[in-house]
Nanobody, 124 residues
Framework: QVQLVESGGGLVQAGGSLRLSCAAA????????MAWFRQAPGKEREFVAA???????YYGVSVTGRFTISRDNAKNTVYLQMNSLKPEDTAVYYC??????????????????WGQGTQVTVSS
């Protein structure tokens, strides 16, 4: 079992930045792929970014060029640096992990473990 705990959410003005953190505990290996998703009210959960064990990164179309996913394997922590935030980035952000390595996909069904979520609100 893997436990994921997100932190770093909050309220920020449009154009500002936030960094989210996700600490993994339990049977988590540095070879597992980790990702971020988000879900706004009334919308489906949306893929944001993923990082594989060897450093390959993948981003959703709406965040490419503004968000950066990184990982500290020694700390079992993945980060999401969010710059140039827009009101449409407002959502609950979830950390996700899979028991597999490599690119696994961009849907919720591709990931096995989930954090409880952290709220990000961007004001205009």
């Amino acid at each position: 079992q893997v436990q994921l705990v997100e932190s770093g959410g909050g309220l920020v003005q449009a154009g500002g930045s936030l960094r989210l953190s996700c600490a993994a505990a339990g049977r988590q290996s540095s070879s597992n792929t980790m990702a971020w998703f988000r879900q706004a009210p009334g919308k489906e959960r949306e893929f944001v970014a993923a990082r594989t064990w060897n450093g390959d990164t993948y981003y959703g179309v709406s965040v490419t060029g503004r968000f950066t996913i990184s990982r500290d394997n020694a700390k079992n922590t993945v980060y999401l640096q969010m710059n140039s935030l827009k009101p449409e980035d407002t959502a609950v952000y979830y950390c996700a992990a899979t028991s597999r390595s490599g690119w696994v996909g961009a849907t919720s069904y591709d990931y096995d473990y989930w954090g409880q979520g952290t709220q990000v609100t961007v004001s205009s």
